[in-house]
Structures are given as C-alpha cells and as structure tokens.
C-alpha cells in the first residue's frame, strides 16, 4: 500500500516503514539504543530525503524508547536518580554540540565529518565491547578460571560530591556521570542521534553499571535528548514528517516491547556481544561508503529554503 | 473524448477562413489533489489545428514542467583515501519536473535555434549559472532521467488527419505541490507555427494539506503533537501488551 508522506513529498510503501520501525524497535528495547544510528540510514535508502530522516527518526525514537522505558520500570531496572545526573550533563552538552554543529557547517563538509565521527566512534566502542565481552563469555564457560576481581576503588571512586545510586547499587561521585553525559550530549548533537550507543558501554565501562539497568537508564535519557531535538526541528527546519512518524513508530512501540522481553532471556554479556556486533557492522558499511567508489559521483539538493 | 473530439471538429468548421494557423487544446484536468493514498495521475491532453496553412508535415510537442527550482549539485572526489563531495556548483533553474511528448523526434521536428528559443528539449529547459557547468547539468539531467523525473516520449502523441491529436501524460507519485506549465506546439518545416500554454495546477488536499500547513504555520504546536502521538502510541503499546501478558 502506497502512501504520499506530506513533509517529505514522496509516495512509499507503508508496510515497508511498519516494518523498518519494528526492526528498530526490537533493537532498541534488547539494546538499550535509541537505533538513530540505524534507522536514519534505512530512512535515506528508501528514498526519503535526509534533512526529514534525521528529524523524524528523532521523533520515533522517543515513541519506542518511551515505550521500552515503561517495560523496564515495572521491572524496576531504571536508575532515576542516575537518569536525572546524566541528563543534566546531557543538556548542557547538547547546548555546546549545536553550537559546535553550527560552526561546523559554516566551514562546509558536515556531511564528512558526521560520517567519520559515526566510523571512528562506533569502530572503537564496537571494537572494546566485542572484545570485553568474548573474554567474559569464555570466563563463564570455565569457571575454573579465577574471576579478576572488579576494580571497587577507580579513579571514578576517588572524587568528591558522592551520591548513592541504590537502583545501580553503586555510591559515586556527580562528576562522572556528568561528563559522561555531557560527552554523549555533544555527539548526539552532531551526529543526530540519541547517543544510546555510547551511553551503554560508557556506564558499564566507565560508571560500572549492571548491565541490566543502564538499559533503561539510557532509553531514559534517550526520550529527553530526541525529544529535544525533535521540537527543534520542527520549529526550525519544518522537517518532522507526522505521517512516516506515526507508520514509523507502531511498528517501533511494538518492537521494542518485544525487544524488552528478548533482553531479559539472555546473559548480559551475549547482550553485549549481540550489540557489539552490531555496532561493528554499521561501522563497516559507513567505512565502505566512505571507501569504495560511489556508482554516482553527483548528487543534487535543491538549493535554499524549502 | 470522441464527444470532445467531435466538438472541435464542428467548432472549426464554424470559423472557415482564420488569418493564422493555430492550435485548440484542453486538458482532462487542471487540477491534480495529492491525497494520501496519492500514487501518481494520468492527464489526458487532446487538441486540434485551426486553419491549416500548410501542406508540409505536421508536428506536435507538448511539455509539461514542474516549479523550477536552483539546484546544488555536488560532485565527489577522493581525498586521503575517502570519497568526500568536492566541487558544488549552483544551476541557477532547473524544472523539478519535466516531460515532453512529440509525434516526431525532437530533433527532426526542430532546428536548433527554435529548440533554444522556446526551451524544449531538456538540456535547453535548464538553466544553468554563469559558469563552466556542462558536465554538472549533464549530471543533473542523468539523474532525474533515471528517476523518471525527466524524460521525452516520442512518437507518443497520436495525430489523425492531421487535425486531431491527443496524450496521455503521467505524473509520477513522488510529485512536488506547484504549478505545472503545459505547453503544446505545432511545428512545420523545424519551426514553431503555432503554440498555447496551460497550468495544471497541483496541490496536496485533506489530511495532507492539514498537516503541511499546521507545520509550516504553527511549527511549536506541530512539533509538540509529534512528541504527544510518539508518547501516547509508546504507553499504548505498554498498556496492550500488559494486558495480554496479564
């Protein structure tokens, strides 16, 4: 069944989009990840033009993230406190970001840099994740093998302002999850995504989280931050599309509730390694794009104010 | 259209002895709604010649161009190793939409400087900027030719008696909203003997004009809407599946 999208002024197949917001979906309630990083590509494969992808992607990442958010809350794996810290860093680093996006576009090859920010970021998370996670499945399988033991006293235990996160089981100071969230404001801002995919392995990495709580931690933070930034661009740039929003977003609520129900099946590191893979194969097709030859080397946008 | 066909007819055989040849033509609809299940329209383009002067052969063109627009193309290049755009250059105007249909090739119905003159063929509808852009409207061109936006149907209108000549002319479903300018030319002898021009008129209607309109007017309240049916629609899948669960 074809449908005419009203703001981005093109006919598309409506069970296609169903479908591209379930898959999204189902990763974004298993991961953790907004999957702005997935569908916004989806999007412009299918024909729809960038500037409305990447708006009204942002649009249904808050549809499915809220919907996973609420699976995770009767289970009772979301940090509020912590989600509130992150965020605060979070905000202000979205407020730098779109000014640093701005000078950035001033001096031309946007486009360049968000696709390098999106290799080398996902490249090294990917990387670090894949790795982490083999060496903790096979520790699992020979229990013989002493367990190393959790560094208790980092540097991240060693600041001031500490705070008791009893959802995370963890009594840190503000200032990392702080700069962790303003870290992942910034990129969000630029490379126009929630940020879930750094935020995931940053709390379990660097924050020491279970892995079972970042999730909704993070889909939490992930409804602010796209929500942000959907109203911006609405009022801004008049690129939200409500219709492939809305097609977008059934099929993303649902999938993310089934996602949700996926995740808690499975052992926090096969999550991790499924996500890891993952990040690592969006990584690679962005590298080939930006290494092999394209089959046409022009490409046309119309010029000036829509 | 037989009917129409036949009003024609008896309409020059009313008017005998006209000083000018000329061309009588109308199109099925000059109105085109784009709904939401909008998957292209087909408009019937039917006509005759008036006072026939000549006996060389008769041609018609007929063209139909979207809003014109400027153009931003880019070309890639490789730097360091990674395919980056490198040269931009601005077409001053280019038809987002364009098609010509003709009962004879272009060409052979047209000498160049009348091709130049009334803008036909598609290189010529397409104005470049001031500088050395060949191979970027080249580029502009192939593209939208590949994405059926540009194209040239020959042989494609039928002519009877050398009177009566009709077309079918078919917009695609990734339409713009604007005005379309239809023109039809009769051509003898590579010129231009006779022209007239129309306007389709498309636009979105409904549900799609609503929701196009609230956006551009009252971008604060479309953009908190948008969050309120991604918010309701997240619960309401919450909700739904808790229920069946439980």
Redo the contacts between chains.
Sequence with gaps: ????L??A???VNAFLLLGLGGLVGILSGMFGVGGGFLITPLLFFV?IPPAVAVATSA??I??????????HL?RKTVDMRMGVVLMVGGLIGAAVGVYVFNILRGLG?V??LVTVCYVVFLGIIGTLMFFESLRAIRRSRNPGTKLPPRRKHGWVHALPLKMKFRTSGLYISVIPPILVGFAVGVLAAIMGVGGGFIMVPAMIYILGMPTKVVIGTSLLQIIFVT?FT??L????N?T?D??L??LL??GG??G??IGTRIGVHLKAEQLRILLAGMVMLVCGMLAL??????S?????????AR | MRGAFALIGLVLLAFPAMAQEGVVADLSQSRVG???????SEILVFGAVKDAKSEAPLGVIISVSGPA??????????KA?????SEAV?VAAAPSFYHVVTTHPLEDMLTPAQDARYALSIPKAIRAGAENTAE?TE??I???EESGLYAVHTGEVTLKENTLFRAHIALP?????GSYLTRIFLTRDGRVVARQATTIHVS?VG???W??AL??ER??I??????A???A??????AI??YIKG
């Design positions: 069944m074809q449908i005419y009203p703001i002024e093109v006919s024909g649009n249904q808050v549809a499915s993230s809220f919907s996973g958010v609420l699976a009767r090859q486009d360049l929500g959907t109203l661009h609405a009022t801004t008049y939200v409500m219709a929003a809305l977003l059934i609520v649902l993310a509730q794009d930006l290494l092999l030859k394209p046409e080397l022009y490409s046309l946008s119309v010029w000036g | 784009i709904t939401a299940t909008f998957d292209g627009e400027p153009i931003m193309v880019r070309k890639k290049a490789r190793g990674v395919w980056v755009n601005k970027f580029a502009l192939r593209i939208r479903a990734n339409l713009t909203e979105k549900l799609e004009r929701i196009y956006a551009h971008p604060f479309y953009g908190v809407l948008s969050l049916i991604a918010i629609a997240g619960w309401g899948a919450s599946f808790r």
